[in-house]
């Protein structure tokens, strides 16, 4: 099926530090969604973005649409031991509909306290 | 409120069963879609209905099908089941249609199968 590109596959940081990850695709997208997702749970919307250029914020999380609509970048700043879980980035395959959305594989994040 | 209910969470089936899995979306909310996430292949949508109206529909083969009723709730059924479908099967839940902020797409905790 299709996929968004993600990278890195996983990251193995100390708590405090801060952590950057990001998706691109050859395909031009108008909304771009970060998921989290912990073990044995369904992934939960982080942050959503609907316009080239932005830039938002949810507490230390941070995500940018990027100009091209080709990607998008998520950072967590001073990550804490509640940060591990594996992050998803998505996007709707067809503009105007948001429920059929492709994603990435995921970054899976573990913090070591 | 409640969140998206899927039920069973865990099930065990062998090759060349069928399986049915329920879901439960969020109060008022009209669409529901399902996808099937794998370590491999990550998430895949399979489906989406809205108003008992299948809108959208994933690239799987015949054996997955699904229904939405009246009120809402949606079942996917598998039939003859293969050993590759082992998967965690998700359910979304969102108001309604639309690529537009405030329809945001809200996630069950999953129905994991194995089959053996």
């Known amino acids: 099926g299709q996929q968004l590109n993600q990278s890195p596959q996983s990251m193995f940081i100390q708590e405090g530090e801060d952590v950057s990850m990001n998706c691109t695709s050859s395909s031009i997208f108008n909304t771009w969604l970060w998921y989290k997702q912990e073990p044995g749970e369904g992934p939960v919307l982080l942050i959503a973005l609907y316009k080239a250029g932005e830039l938002t914020s949810n507490g230390r999380l941070t995500a940018q649409f990027g100009i091209t609509r080709k990607d998008s970048f998520l950072n967590i700043s001073a990550s804490i031991p509640s940060d591990v879980g594996i992050y998803f980035c998505a996007a709707p395959l067809n503009a105007g509909n948001n429920r059929k959305l492709i994603w990435g594989l995921g970054t899976s994040l573990a913090v070591n306290p | 409120k409640a969140g998206v209910t899927q039920t069973p969470r865990y099930l065990i089936k062998t090759r060349g069963q069928q399986v049915t899995l329920s879901c439960s979306p969020i109060s008022g909310h009209r669409s529901v879609s399902w996808y099937q996430q794998t370590p491999g292949q990550g998430l895949q949508f399979l489906f989406e209905?809205?108003?008992?109206?299948?809108?959208n529909k994933g690239n799987f083969p015949g054996r997955f099908s699904g229904r939405q009723f009246s009120n809402s709730r949606s079942e996917m059924n598998v039939s003859t089941l293969e050993l590759g479908d082992s998967a965690l099967y998700l359910c979304?839940?969102?108001?309604?249609?639309?690529?537009?902020?405030?329809?945001?797409?809200?996630f069950g905790e999953g129905s994991w199968l194995t089959v053996v």
């Open positions: 209905y809205f108003s008992e109206t299948q809108r």
């Open positions: 979304a839940s969102s108001r309604e249609g639309g690529d537009r902020p405030g329809n945001t797409i809200y």
